[in-house]
């Protein structure tokens, strides 16, 4: 008897071991819980809108008819390319052509021109007889430009015109916008001058070297019986 009843009381005890332990299974699911809370719906939501609202900050740029045209070179008779680029533009705005010929340029840079003994600032073309024309090519847009009085054809291969890239012509325009002008000389190598200022004065000479990028020039004057070369300025020489 007194072994049946410890077994009893040995089994009970087992029992309340396994009911104080029990309780513990929920805490740890607690625990798990929060660590898992950070996928709240809440603040995925606020994530993904904060997404949304950088990818909304970033500007759009609008499609312009301007982006599919393309830079045409059109050949005129020569000194006429400001004649030509003026009559162009009126006929444009007057046939209604804005939305498929939008710029035109006559390619020029500013230089300085002696003559005389005097400078003066004129504006040089680059490319004598050639106007840049940027449109939409079809049939009626190339026909009012090949119309326009002065103009004789659109440079390209065979009957098409053949259109230039943006980078040769970011290229020209830069050109065009340098500020250092350059001097243009109406001299030439072996040409005979007078000197008119600085110590030679009215001593004669020839020409053996022209610097247009500096406006001087190397003129041999005899002295002494031996020619000596002389650096002057484009203004302390004549033509005789």
Known sequence: MDDTKAQKITEEKKDEVVEETA???PVAEEKAEEIEAPNDPE???KEEEGKTEEAEAEPVKPHSLSDDAKWYIVHTY???ENKVAKSLKQRIESMGFENRIFDIIVPTRETFKVSGGKKETVKEKIFPGYVLVKMILDDE???LVRTTQGVTAFIGAGNKPTPISDKEVEAIQKFMATEEPLYKASFVVGEAVKITDGPFTDFLGTIDNIDEAK???KVLVS???RETPV?????QVSKL
């Open 23 to 25: 309780p513990e299974t």
């Open 223 to 225: 002295i002494f019986g």
């Open 215 to 217: 406006g001087k020039l």
């Open 43 to 45: 603040i995925e939501a």
């Open 78 to 80: 020569s000194g006429h």
């Open 141 to 143: 847009s190339w026909l």
């Open 231 to 235: 650096e002057l300025d484009f203004l």
